[in-house]
């Protein structure tokens, strides 16, 4: 996959993984690594050329109404909770956005009894579907954007930093919620984040962005205690305080 920007300058060049059914994947990286632009181009959320294999089709090649009706099962959460909801918007209202539209003809109680769930599914109650995003602390709004994107019963989910707003009590929460819907739907996850003690409990496996590129790949855990590639040992040791060589090119 490779992004463009302006003539042959590439944010994301030549990148390659998979993510599997029921499989975190993580993205980690210096910040201007290429991370989240990696997981909006996965969505067509930013232009891109190549390959992006989903339901059998390329996404990035697909006509835009059979994208449309993808949509729904490619979800993103984003990492400030506060920026992604809309102040003037109900939580019923800012869960019900993508039923509104990938669901129009949805009845009104339907609607309702599924927002009332996917609160419910995140730990908070239907009480807060007539409240607004102001009412709640960071975390509970980081539950209302998962919520926004388990409404609609979605198979890939692409969390961009979501726990790099909130303190760490919180977000081991977080952690938990995100894996426990997780076993509870099968769903696949590419998880972007600079913070590498999250990404060791949240991941399965692990990929290493640098300069746009991948510069090393494997399970979360060989990955965090046997770095191979020197820019990944000095990502570790910054992360957990071991030695390591300083960061290089190469």
């Known amino acids: 996959m490779t992004r463009r920007v302006v003539g042959a300058v590439r944010a994301v060049d030549g990148v390659s993984f998979e993510v ?3 499989e975190t994947v993580a993205l980690v990286g210096e910040s201007g690594s290429g991370k989240s632009t990696t997981g909006y181009a996965l969505l ?3 232009a891109a050329t190549g390959h992006v294999a989903f339901a059998g089709a390329n996404v990035l090649t697909m006509p835009v109404p059979a994208m449309r009706q993808l949509r729904a099962r490619m979800q993103i959460v ?4 506060v920026g992604s909801l809309s102040p003037r918007l109900s939580v019923a209202d800012i869960v019900a956005e993508g039923l509104s539209v990938h669901a129009p003809a949805m009845a009104r109680a ?7 769930a996917a609160l419910d ?3 908070l109650g239907e009480d807060a579907m007539h409240r607004y995003p102001h009412e709640f602390s960071g975390g509970q709004r980081q539950r209302i954007a998962i919520a926004r994107a388990m409404v609609l019963n979605p198979s890939f989910v692409v969390l961009d ?3 790099s707003a909130l303190d760490m009590s919180v977000q081991a929460q977080i952690v938990g919620l995100l894996q426990r819907l997780q076993r509870d739907h099968g769903l696949a996850y590419l998880f972007i984040s600079h ?11 692990v990929a290493v962005m640098r300069a746009g590129q991948i510069v090393e790949t494997g399970p979360a855990e060989a990955i965090v205690t046997a770095p191979r590639h020197p820019y990944t040992r000095a ?8 030695e390591s060589d300083e960061l290089e090119d190469g």
């Not at 984003?78 to 909770?81: E, S, V």
């Open 235 to 242: 990502l570790m040791a910054a992360a957990f305080d071991l």
């Open 78 to 81: 984003f990492q400030d909770p």
């Open 20 to 22: 599997r059914q029921g």
């Open 121 to 123: 599914e995140v730990g």
């Open 195 to 205: 913070d590498l003690r999250v990404v060791r409990a949240m991941a399965h496996r």
């Open 110 to 116: 339907e609607r309702e009894r599924r927002v009332a």
């Open 161 to 163: 930093e979501p726990t």
């Open 44 to 46: 067509r959320l930013t």
